[in-house]
């Protein structure tokens, strides 16, 4: 079982950055693909960024990619997402997810685990 946490997340004006953590539990995070995801209001849940277990591979979303980073730290059992030149658009709640492959996932029901989420907000 793994129960994740994330922070971060908050009120920014376009242009602006973010940085997201989230924090799991469990000595077998390393194990696990990581993956965050975001759902905006009306809107269907939408794949954002996915790391390897590793840290060795990532993916992104077409519509962050060069402007999103994702990475990891295993020895503090937290991923991160640092979020720059924040569009209106990104707003949503942002989740953690993690998933028992080792591999990057892009589709949320290879997920395992998720956790509460964080709100985003980029005021125009």
């Known amino acids: 079982q793994v129960e994740l946490v994330e922070s971060g997340g908050g009120l920014v004006q376009a242009g602006g950055s973010l940085r997201l953590s989230c924090a799991a539990s469990g000595r077998t995070f390393s194990s696990y693909a990581m993956g965050w995801f975001r759902q905006a209001p009306g809107k269907e849940r939408e794949f954002v960024a996915g790391i390897s277990w590793t840290g060795g591979l990532t993916y992104y979303a077409d519509s962050v990619k060069g402007r999103f980073t994702i990475s990891r730290d295993n020895a503090k059992n937290t991923v991160y997402l640092q979020m720059n030149l924040l569009k209106p658009e990104d707003t949503a709640v942002y989740y953690c997810?993690?998933?028992?492959?080792?591999?990057?996932?892009?589709?949320?029901?290879?997920?395992?685990?998720w956790g509460q989420g964080t709100q985003v907000t980029v005021s125009s």
């Open positions: 997810a993690a998933s028992r492959s080792h591999l990057v996932a892009t589709t949320g029901s290879s997920y395992d685990y």
